[in-house]
């Protein structure tokens, strides 16, 4: 069974709006990692929250996590066309957290 | 990922033949991952690698084999397809020599496989 799941499985919006992804996990984790993948092409790493960290920000991206709720968000702010993909969390486990565990993912579409 | 490489990026086989899929990667990792990926769902880690002499199954190992010939090279079998084998499979790397990686993935573009 998966680890993380997705919330919402897909998210429609224009551009200029904000989007935002939520990710619930089962287990404690050392990490949590949100990916990009564009249609049937290979994940692409975007950032890293640490299971001490409560808060993270990469250009337009703002991730939260929250360790008690087990739960994490992914905002992008001014969305564009091109942010177009679907968007995973992936778990690093407390034990075992050289390998990740990939939730089912929100499928993302930002309309011009 | 240019520094990940797959091969073949697309396979159409039938039922009950051998296929190998491959993976090359010139980042120097220690650490390679093969993944399948339904659609609808996330990736599914089939067997992971942390070093040459290192094999490890994931979640869903039955059916699949691999082998690491070299560090740059991890290699995926599937001994005879089953059409519930149609994927799409993802080859993924990680380097361990610095603590602060934090296994951060890089993965190749994917093979589509068929098996009819």
């Known amino acids: 069974s998966q680890q993380g799941e997705e919330d919402p499985q897909a998210l429609s919006i224009q551009e200029g709006e904000n989007a935002t992804m939520n990710c619930s996990y089962k287990t404690s984790i050392n990490n949590l990692q949100w990916y990009r993948q564009n249609s049937g092409r290979g994940l692409v790493h975007l950032i890293l929250?640490?299971?001490?960290?409560r808060e993270k920000h990469s250009g337009r991206l703002r991730v939260t996590l929250d360790t008690s709720k087990k739960s994490s968000s992914l905002l992008i702010t001014a969305s564009r066309a091109a942010d177009t993909a679907s968007y995973f969390c992936a778990t690093g486990l407390v034990r075992g957290y050289n390998k990740l565990i990939f939730g089912a993912g929100t499928r993302l579409a930002v309309h011009p | 990922d240019a520094d990940v490489t797959q091969t073949p990026r697309n396979r159409i086989t039938k039922t009950g033949k051998r296929i190998m899929l491959e993976c090359s990667q010139t980042?120097?990792?220690?650490?390679m991952y093969w993944y399948r990926q339904d659609p609808g769902l996330g990736l599914q880690l089939i067997y992971y690698?942390?070093?040459?002499?290192?094999?490890n199954k994931g979640e869903i190992s039955d059916g699949y084999s691999v082998s690491r010939q070299a560090q740059a090279k991890f290699s995926l079998s599937l001994e005879s397809a089953i059409p519930n084998q149609t994927a799409l499979y993802f080859c993924?790397?990680?380097?361990?020599?610095?603590?602060?990686?934090?296994?951060?993935?890089?993965f190749g573009p994917g093979t589509r496989l068929t098996v009819l």
């Open positions: 690698s942390f070093d040459v002499k290192d094999i």
């Open positions: 980042k120097g990792h220690d650490r």
């Open positions: 929250i640490r299971s001490n960290e």
């Open positions: 993924a790397t990680s380097d361990a020599r610095t603590a602060s990686s934090y296994n951060e993935q890089f």
